[in-house]
């Protein structure tokens, strides 16, 4: 069965993605559950990810200078031109555009890690960027709400909260994953776990995903009318970015694994880190977190398609 899910692993995405569809609409007691569970669920994902990467030979990876500079110019010099002109489409609604903005200016550090590793990206070094990425858009993201929103709003983001799920799904799983990797070599019971975890990566994926569209597909069904209008921003944003990071990475002379990489993290977005950080803004902002959602939903679509179409594209490295 494992095997069969490897072989086929894009169907079993997408069976998940409507799996959590599903239950979440006809099961709406569900939502409660699962919105608890998509944190946890996503660190174990996590967990398993930095498990099959081998942390000994990261060396090469923390040296390139090359690599790291790239995605930090693709993410917060290009990246918010390009928000900046696509959030116009929205900028009649304050609301909508503070969840466009949070969830478009913050690069994701998480699942992108998988999806690139699925298409051939280089996961050592997206592996090293995602606590500095982490770090950057934690200190940038306050200048550009400030230049997008003005003083008064900044004055009212909690950030507490970023810094928790930050804890939590990369941090602690990063953690424990080298140490298992590390007893490895003396502990079979160690061996064991890198080897199960390996294993089940492609089924807690389809977990994952099944649970983060359970936990939030009702609330976007309620405010479907409102939120129909940000689909377009968002699937505008990834076809944009898409192009740009392949340009940028061939730009920079990086290898292939490393262009796929680029273009991965000018992609996917952080919204499930950053989604706890819009839920703590005031009560007047509520609809904002399901604008958040609304991207996830749309990027895990993006994903998936992304996974096929990167490896087909002819990325010669100069």
Same mark, same amino acid.
């Given at each position: 069965m494992l095997s069969w899910m490897q072989r086929y692993q894009v169907w079993c995405y997408l069976a998940g993605l409507a799996a959590g569809a599903f239950i979440g609409l006809i099961a709406p007691a569900v939502t409660p559950v699962?919105?608890?569970?998509?944190?946890?669920?996503?660190?174990?994902?996590?967990?398993?990810?930095?498990?099959?990467?081998?942390?000994?030979?990261?060396?090469?990876?923390?040296?390139?200078?090359?690599?790291?500079?790239?995605?930090?110019?693709?993410?917060?010099?290009?990246?918010?031109?390009?928000?900046?002109?696509?959030?116009r489409i929205v900028a009649h609604d304050d609301v909508v555009l503070v969840g466009v903005l949070f969830t478009l200016l913050t690069p994701c550090i998480d699942y992108v890690i998988v999806f690139a590793g699925l298409a051939g990206g280089d996961t050592h070094r997206l592996l090293v960027t995602a606590p500095i990425l982490m770090i950057v858009q934690m200190l940038l993201l306050p200048l550009y709400l400030w230049a997008f929103l003005g003083a008064e709003f900044l004055g009212s983001?909690?950030?507490?909260?970023?810094?928790?799920?930050?804890?939590?799904?990369?941090?602690?799983?990063?953690l424990l994953a080298l140490v298992i990797q590390k007893s490895a070599a003396y502990w079979r019971w160690a061996r064991a776990w890198k080897a199960a975890?390996?294993?089940?990566?492609?089924?807690?994926?389809?977990?994952?995903?099944?649970?983060?569209?359970?936990?939030?597909i009702g609330g976007v069904e309620?405010?479907?009318?409102?939120? %129909?209008?940000?689909?377009?921003? +968002?699937? =505008?944003? #990834?076809?944009?970015? /898409?192009?740009?990071? *392949? $340009?940028?990475?061939?730009?920079?002379?990086?290898?292939?694994?490393?262009?796929?990489?680029?273009?991965?993290?000018?992609?996917?977005?952080?919204?499930?880190?950053?989604?706890?950080?819009? %839920?703590?803004?005031?009560?007047? +902002?509520? =609809?904002? #977190?399901?604008?958040? /959602?609304?991207?996830? *939903? $749309?990027?895990?679509?993006?994903?998936?398609?992304?996974?096929?179409l990167l490896p087909r594209l002819r990325m010669d490295a100069r």
């Open positions: 699962a919105e608890n569970a998509v944190l946890p669920v996503l660190g174990v994902l996590l967990f398993a990810t930095f498990l099959g990467i081998p942390m000994d030979k990261m060396g090469p990876a923390f040296r390139d200078s090359k690599f790291l500079s790239t995605v930090l110019v693709l993410n917060f010099v290009l990246v918010p031109i390009v928000v900046c002109g696509i959030s983001v909690e950030f507490r909260p970023f810094v928790d799920a930050f804890l939590l799904i990369v941090l602690i799983p990063l975890a390996e294993a089940l990566l492609v089924p807690l994926m389809v977990v994952t995903l099944a649970t983060v569209v359970a936990s939030q309620n405010q479907v009318h409102k939120l %129909l209008g940000v689909i377009p921003v +968002y699937m =505008l944003f #990834a076809v944009i970015m /898409v192009p740009v990071g *392949l $340009v940028v990475g061939r730009a920079a002379r990086l290898g292939v694994p490393q262009q796929r990489a680029v273009v991965f993290s000018g992609v996917t977005r952080n919204s499930l880190v950053i989604l706890p950080l819009v %839920l703590a803004l005031p009560a007047h +902002y509520d =609809l904002a #977190a399901l604008v958040v /959602v609304t991207q996830t *939903l $749309v990027e895990l679509v993006v994903m998936v398609i992304l996974v096929q």
